[in-house]
């Protein structure tokens, strides 16, 4: 089945794309969950308006990246956030709740998708997660996540 994607799907394309892929794969996962839509001659419009989003979304060349990068090493990101007694979060803290911070920190604007969780953040302490600026370019950051 022919789908466009409109959000970046790991392994197998960016947002605008227009990928083959398994029906069932698509039907049960990429477009309940708004990552794709059906492939469609009307579609073309839809393709170039996401691109066009994603192009001003993007960091477009190494340069920038590695600018984004170094501003992004020399940021500190703390977090407060609910938490029980023993040190457990009510909830886990989210790759929006993160780029929000960044942005809080007075880093740079990080898209929310670009923010990459190991595993899910769920306890107070010092963290480490990834932010994938470019394909070619990641950045670890050190989050610490306080009680509020």
Known sequence: MKIILTHEVSGLGAAGDVVDV???YARNYLV?????IRWTKGGEQDVAQIRRGRKIRE??????ANQVK???EGT??????RSGDAGRLF???TPADIASAIKAAGGPDVD???VELGSPIKTLG????SVRLHADVAVKLGVEIVAA
């Open 22 to 24: 398994k029906d069932g």
């Open 32 to 36: 309940p969950r708004g990552f794709a």
């Open 59 to 64: 960091i477009a060349t190494i340069e920038q």
């Open 70 to 72: 170094a501003q992004l």
């Open 76 to 81: 500190k990101v703390r977090l407060a956030v």
């Open 91 to 93: 909830g886990s803290v």
């Open 112 to 114: 929310k998708r670009r």
């Open 126 to 129: 010092s963290h480490q997660v």
